[in-house]
């Protein structure tokens, strides 16, 4: 992914964003065709080593690419939206602002207990703040096992993360404000969210 240095995060940040915004994108080639899959990613740290964790349906041809395999990818796609020139104080182009990162690394297809671990850790992670969540242990065990015969895990250690956050770092301070001012009237959440991350990242623009 081609960054500009003003629009690079670090590697903290970027990890903070592959767990903050979880549905990624599985990217690998078979023959030299891309294949690609949009699923919920778990992250985890184990020291220096950064681990991402999913699974994909059986039936998926994708899962043939993901033994053994050293050139996977995952897109995570932070908040985004399209920023109108007309809020600028001088004619110019309009663009797109975003946050995302590439994660690149090497998978391997995990056993059925860690298949297990790794399901039960997402239950926790999206039902234990609900009322009466369903948690892996409310399940029938038989119920369980049929269900997991439909579906592949996988594992891939991260030896590789891009991430940028593209916030208009290249306009002068009366447009950044405008900018943040006009997504923050957004009735997109998505719109007002990057607003949030444009306050945050430049805050020297509204001292």
Known sequence: MYIPKKYHIDRDEAIQIMKSYPFA???TADDHRPLATHIPIEIREEEEKV???GHIASG???KKTLENNKEVLLIFQGPHAYISSSWYETEDVPTWNYVTVHAYGTSRIITDN???SALDNMLKRYEAHRE???LWDTFD??????????IVGFEIEITSI??????????NHTDYQAIVAELEKSNEPVEREL????RKQCKDQFE
């Not at 891009?162 to 306009?171: I, P, V, W």
């Not at 607003?195 to 444009?198: C, D, F, G």
């Open 60 to 62: 998926n041809m994708q």
């Open 51 to 53: 681990f991402a964790t």
């Open 195 to 198: 607003a949030q991350w444009m």
């Open 114 to 116: 860690e298949l297990a």
């Open 132 to 134: 009466n969540g369903r």
């Open 162 to 171: 891009q991430g940028a956050a593209k916030l208009s770092q290249n306009r």
């Open 141 to 150: 065990p038989a119920f369980l096992k049929n269900q997991m015969k439909g």
């Open 25 to 27: 994108i599985l990217i």
